[in-house]
């Protein structure tokens, strides 16, 4: 059994008002606490309409801003901007730094700031960038707009986090979680097919600049809807009665994880940098990043390296996105029927493992081999909605949840920093310490996922011995679903894994 264990305890602390959770205040003041089970099944599709392609569009768009410039690569951005050297790598690289580095204020604003409209804002800025990498110049202006692009972008993973995880329990997460990732996998499906496109553009303006000009407009219309039709909570749902939002409430009580509380807290800052569970999350997606580093920025190349231009390239990178989507879909579909969220992070690691291994010692002549191993190292992306599922499900207290989950979109940078850096000029064009690291680092991130299914264990079972010896009533209690605790400080709480 995996999945938490609804129950409490009279040892928990009680919680000051300024810590309860905004849906607390909400329930009082509807004189209603118990709520009504009828019309749930509605309640959630109502949810899933209204608030998933939002998500599902942010991701995408996100994403397929990093399979551009990969694609562009190709287009003729290299030549037309003098790249040389390292240059295409660290343009690649300055993204995640920006990301990274962005991902520190983050962590305040994603409390003290409406979540959905922060989101919003920042995909109307991120879009404003992306038009602007179309009038890149030079090596230094794409740097520049590179770097915008972190900074604004780096939002993005944190708050679907966050508002996934204020809609739905537990168990009813990982799909939905599944369905905003599939946004990856159709970027690059639907970014093979517009590269293609545009590349077959002359109109004295080059493609690949118009690619980027055009796609920023449309993320600037998804940042402005995103804004103004995202709920930021439930509560602020619109389209919700109030007998739903109240049913929808008492529903996910059972999180135990609260849903939006503005109060900053350092001690559960404190509590997460020193959290073991909060690391093991962090390394273990940093190791699936290297690979998806690669994936996203030298998939194209590697294509190319086949002796096919640039347009066949793009289209023949169209596949990985079938698998991308394919594993993201296996994953999220299984733990919504048998949990086991670390078994799923170790099976996607085998298909990476053998791609990274295809592609390593398979000789070049082999085209079809390596092409392979380059598809079956896309599986790798599936783990990252488990991941990031997994944190949002496991680390309560709001403040603790945010820093929580900007730490793993930030190890999640250190990751995809690393793996271009791999992809070093000298090593051109086999590349073969690059895909190297693609294997190595899956077998390591999988043997991760081992390690924390054996903490969570002995963890539940540690605190069901002690509620076994206090005697404590099954039940949860206002402080334990809505008083802002963190998973260490609530008792009654239980890891899933």
């Not at 520049?144 to 986090?161: K, Y």
């Not at 990982?174 to 369905?179: E, G, S, V, W």
């Not at 206002?478 to 709480?493: C, H, I, Q, R, V």
């Amino acid at each position: 059994m995996s999945e938490t264990k609804e129950s409490t305890t009279n040892t928990n602390p009680v919680p000051s008002v300024s810590a309860a959770d905004d849906a607390l205040d909400f329930l009082k003041r509807q004189c209603d606490t118990e709520g009504s089970p009828r019309g749930l099944a509605d309640i959630r599709h109502k949810v899933d309409r209204r608030i998933l392609p939002f998500m599902f569009c942010c991701y995408f768009l996100q994403f397929i801003d990093k399979v551009m410039y990969d694609y562009a690569g190709v287009m003729g951005m290299k030549a037309d901007l003098k790249l040389k050297g390292n240059d295409f790598s660290n343009g690649a690289s300055a993204f995640f730094i920006a990301y990274l580095v962005a991902e520190v204020p983050n962590v305040y604003f994603l409390q003290k700031v409406p979540p959905a409209k922060w989101l919003g804002a920042n995909v109307i800025c991120w879009g404003i960038a992306a038009a602007a990498a179309a009038g890149a110049k030079d090596y230094t202006t794409l740097l520049v707009a590179r770097i915008f692009l972190g900074i604004f972008e780096a939002t993005v993973g944190p708050s679907l986090m966050l508002i996934s995880s204020q809609y739905y329990t537990k168990s009813e997460q990982a799909p939905r979680f599944t369905f905003w990732f599939l946004g990856l996998g159709v970027a690059q499906i639907i970014g093979g097919v517009i590269s293609f496109g545009f590349q077959h553009v002359h109109n004295g303006f080059a493609g690949w600049r118009i690619m980027f000009l055009v796609l920023g407009l449309i993320t600037v219309v998804v940042g402005l809807g995103t804004f103004f039709y995202l709920p930021d909570t439930p509560m602020q749902a619109k389209w919700l009665s109030d007998d739903e939002k109240v049913a929808l409430l008492q529903h996910t009580r059972v999180n135990q994880t609260g849903i939006r509380n503005s109060k900053f807290n350092w001690r559960q800052i404190l509590e997460a940098v020193t959290d073991v569970q909060v690391w093991l999350f962090c390394l273990m997606l940093a190791l699936q990043a290297v690979s998806s580093g690669v994936v996203i920025a030298y998939s194209s190349t590697l294509i190319a390296g086949f002796g096919f231009g640039g347009p066949v390239s793009a289209l023949l990178n169209a596949p990985s996105g079938i698998v991308s989507i394919a594993f993201t879909l296996l994953v999220g579909i299984g733990i919504r029927k048998a949990s086991n969220r670390w078994a799923w992070v170790f099976i996607c690691s085998v298909p990476g493992i053998i791609g990274g291994g295809l592609m390593s010692f398979l000789p070049k002549s082999n085209r079809a081999g390596v092409l392979a191993g380059i598809y079956l190292v896309n599986a790798i992306v599936a783990p990252t909605p488990v991941i990031y599922h997994w944190v949002a499900a496991n680390c309560a207290g709001y403040t603790k949840r945010a820093f929580a989950s900007a730490a793993v979109a930030g190890f999640f940078c250190v990751g995809n920093i690393i793996g271009p850096q791999t992809f070093q000029a000298r090593d051109a064009p086999e590349y073969r310490p690059a895909k190297i690291s693609v294997l190595a680092t899956q077998a390591a991130a999988a043997v991760l996922a081992v390690v924390l299914f054996a903490y969570y264990v002995n963890e539940n079972r540690r605190r069901d011995r002690l509620q076994s010896a206090s005697g404590s009533e099954d039940q949860i209690s206002d402080e334990a679903a809505w008083g802002g605790l963190t998973d260490k400080e609530n008792k009654s709480f239980r890891y899933v894994y």
